[in-house]
T-cell receptor
Framework: GIQVEQSPPDLILQEGANSTLRCNFSDSVNNLQWFHQNPWGQLINLFYIPSGTKQNGRLSATTVATERYSLLYISSSQTTDSGVYFCAVPKTYGQNFVFGPGTRLSVLP | DSGVTQTPKHLITATGQRVTLRCSPRSGDLSVYWYQQSLDQGLQFLIQYYNGEERAKGNILERFSAQQFPDLHSELNLSSLELGDSALYFC????????????FGEGSRLTVL
């Protein structure tokens, strides 16, 4: 089945810094999502991005489906950006979504 | 607000007991997924339903069972609870089976003492 990797596993930033999170997947996909799990455990949809680039405020995402990766950019990071960022893709054969292991981001004041 | 409703938000119970977690999907979503997240771990897929039928099973224990009702809400039953079952249990829904956008509820935090 499809494998999903995320890098880096952990990231510590000073408030105001920029960062790039990466998601690699082993097979072609017809959709990809990015989620943010905040310190209270809530899973928040960030982007549904099968291909191309999308922007939402300080966050943007790019998926290059032909090269099997997606990038999440966080600019001018804030402490509220802390948490774990997951990417997820549909399972190649099957009926559910496969999640990457996540990138844990800590933004220090 | 994702539109996916989970109850209860918190639950504390004892080993050996049985609990039921409930999920109402977003309006119009036919597919419901259950995930388990133990402390500082990733999301483990448990089971998926589509329009009332089981579609996929993950690493769901035999002590756990689920169903999706005609009104599309779903329940996850956890029985003979053990300390290791303490976790966040998430429900998610999507319009179709494994395409389209996945939306998560706020989770049910289960603590087994």
């Amino acid at each position: 089945g499809i494998q999903v990797e995320q890098s880096p596993p952990d990231l510590i930033l000073q408030e105001g810094a920029n960062s790039t999170l990466r998601c690699n997947f082993s097979d072609s996909v017809n959709n990809l999502q990015w989620f943010h799990q905040n310190p209270w455990g809530q899973l928040i949809n960030l982007f549904y991005i099968p291909s191309g680039t999308k922007q939402n405020g300080r966050l943007s995402a790019t998926t290059v489906a032909t090269e099997r990766y997606s990038l999440l950019y966080i600019s001018s990071s804030q402490t509220t950006d802390s948490g774990v960022y997951f990417c997820a893709v549909p399972k190649t054969y099957g009926q559910n979504f496969v999640f990457g292991p996540g990138t844990r981001l800590s933004v220090l004041p | 607000d994702s539109g996916v409703t989970q109850t209860p938000k918190h639950l504390i119970t004892a080993t050996g007991q049985r609990v039921t977690l409930r999920c109402s999907p977003r309006s119009g979503d036919l597919s419901v997924y259950w995930y388990q997240q133990s402390l500082d771990q990733g999301l483990q897929f448990l089971i998926q339903y589509y329009n009332g039928e089981e579609r996929a099973k993950g690493n769901i224990l035999e002590r756990f069972s689920a169903q999706q009702f005609p009104d599309l809400h779903s329940e996850l039953n956890l029985s003979s609870l053990e300390l290791g079952d303490s976790a966040l249990y998430f429900c998610a829904s999507s319009r179709e089976v494994n395409t389209g956008e996945l939306f998560f509820g706020e989770g049910s935090r289960l603590t087994v003492l």
